[in-house]
């Protein structure tokens, strides 16, 4: 498993861009470069550096502590980051940090101040810089069928919808074929954000194996009476004069897969990072 220590020279830092950072960087540690200690040189596989700019975009203390490291970070899986106020020649000074170094560093540089900094900024960065960190992946081909094997055998999930600031989780049986999921609902509040955001999150756990499953896509609302809804109860098996004639409108809902993201803790005894990724 991929662990990450971010390294970072001033402690104004720490809340508003490093904290969130660790966040989202997987399994993390950070430290000041002056609490830096030698054994961290081999306990983590990714190290993120930064710091802040000054005015010119500048940043020294970062500079000095890659100069001075120069020989083991050379080895090393990394990323710099800082936050400047003036980007560009910010991220041009640790541009030319890496090359010193004889590799491509990927470099992120968030604007602004040491009184603001905006939020969505920091994550979308670490968001990137989560991207580039060391992982022995698995054949996507093989990821995607622990996916299916686990949608075809479990007969219920969890359905996340959001839209703006109102967010639903519900569960729902359902049906995996071919890259969809389909189910039907009776009317709901999981439509208030299906009709507003499409984009969709699915999830569920197995046991005894422990194995994880998330699952993003988009939805598609079939609506009674359409030659859509009479195709969904007809792949699926079910009676579609019937459903016609209920009481209430059973509305269809099919979710094209996009990105599955697989998770079995044994992974790590075969040296492959416990969640893996594939795409339908």
């Not at 940043?59 to 890659?66: C, L, P, Q, R």
């Not at 359902?174 to 509040?189: C, H, L, P, R």
Request: glycine share 8%; charged share 20%.
């Amino acid at each position: 498993m991929t662990r990450t220590l971010i390294v970072f020279d001033n402690p104004e830092l720490l809340d508003t861009v490093v904290k969130p950072m660790s966040l989202i960087l997987g399994p993390s540690k950070y430290c000041l470069m002056s609490e830096f200690k030698e054994t961290y040189k081999e306990a983590y596989q990714f190290f993120v550096i930064g710091g802040s700019a000054d005015t010119s975009g500048k940043t020294g203390v970062v500079d000095s502590f890659i100069s001075a490291n120069r020989q083991w970070l050379g080895e090393k899986q990394l990323a710099f980051f800082t936050r400047a106020e003036n980007p560009v020649p910010a991220a041009a000074g640790l541009a030319e940090a890496s090359r010193a170094l004889g590799q491509s560093v990927p470099v992120e540089v968030v604007p602004g101040t040491a009184g603001h900094v905006d939020m969505s900024q920091v994550v979308e960065a670490a968001m990137r810089l989560r991207a580039t960190r060391p992982q022995k992946r698995m054949d996507p081909a093989e990821v995607k069928k622990r996916i299916e094997a686990i949608l075809n055998k479990e007969l219920y999930l969890i359905l996340g919808t959001a839209s703006g600031a109102r967010v639903r989780a519900t569960t729902i049986g359902y049906t995996y074929k071919d890259g969809y999921i389909y189910f039907f609902a009776e009317g709901s509040e999981k439509y208030a954000n299906l009709l507003l955001n499409p984009h969709v999150s699915l999830a569920l756990y197995t046991f005894p194996e422990k194995e994880g499953v998330q699952v993003s896509g988009t939805a598609s609302i079939l609506y009674p009476g359409s030659k859509e809804y009479e195709e969904m109860c007809r792949l699926l098996g079910r009676d579609h004069k019937r459903y016609m004639g209920l009481s209430f409108l059973l509305n269809g809902i099919a979710i094209k897969l996009h990105k599955g993201e697989y998770y079995l803790g044994t992974l790590g005894k075969e040296g492959y990072e416990t969640k893996q990724v594939c795409y339908f």
